[in-house]
């Protein structure tokens, strides 16, 4: 809504860093890019106050969060493994996938209170390391998602 796109760049060998274009001006912010590691699967808030990503910078791919404009605070959401993150279309909810299962966790902005995670029972679908392959759908209530056929 406000003309800007989070996009990743790629330095060296899988040292990517997360980007924003802003549409209207066509300047480019650096926002995250932590050497060595990889910084992806951003996905900006509806109302445009966070960004959710991946970085592997513990050695292994973990959700964290950031306020827009960015303050320097930073919070990790997974402690044992996550990707993918998606926002519910009232930003009530953060959803990620760790193997084949898909987690949530609540999160009140006003003040930032974060839920623990909690498992969705939704498991054994497809999905590559890097990119997306499932969506939420617009009324916030379904997934689309791949699942092998027998």
């Known amino acids: 809504s406000d003309s ?3 996009f990743i760049t790629l330095t060296g060998n899988r040292d990517y860093g997360i980007s924003l274009l802003d549409m209207k ?3 480019v912010t650096r926002l995250i890019d932590y050497t060595n590691s990889e910084q992806h699967n951003s996905r900006i808030s509806h109302n445009g106050r966070w960004i959710a990503y991946v970085s592997n910078e513990t050695g292994q791919q973990e959700v964290w969060l950031e306020p827009l404009p960015q303050t320097g605070q930073r919070l990790r959401i997974t402690q044992t493994g996550g990707r ?6 009232d930003d ?4 990620f996938d760790r193997g084949d299962q898909m987690f949530k966790v609540e999160i009140a902005q006003n003040p930032l209170r974060i839920s623990d995670q909690r498992p969705l029972p939704i498991s054994g679908f497809q ?5 997306r392959q499932f969506d939420l759908m617009p009324d916030g209530k379904q997934f689309l998602m791949l699942f092998p056929v027998p």
């Open 4 to 6: 800007k796109l989070a």
């Open 25 to 27: 001006t066509r300047t």
């Open 84 to 89: 993918h993150p998606v926002w519910s279309p």
């Open 92 to 95: 009530a909810t953060l959803y």
């Open 127 to 131: 999905q590559g390391d890097l990119r």
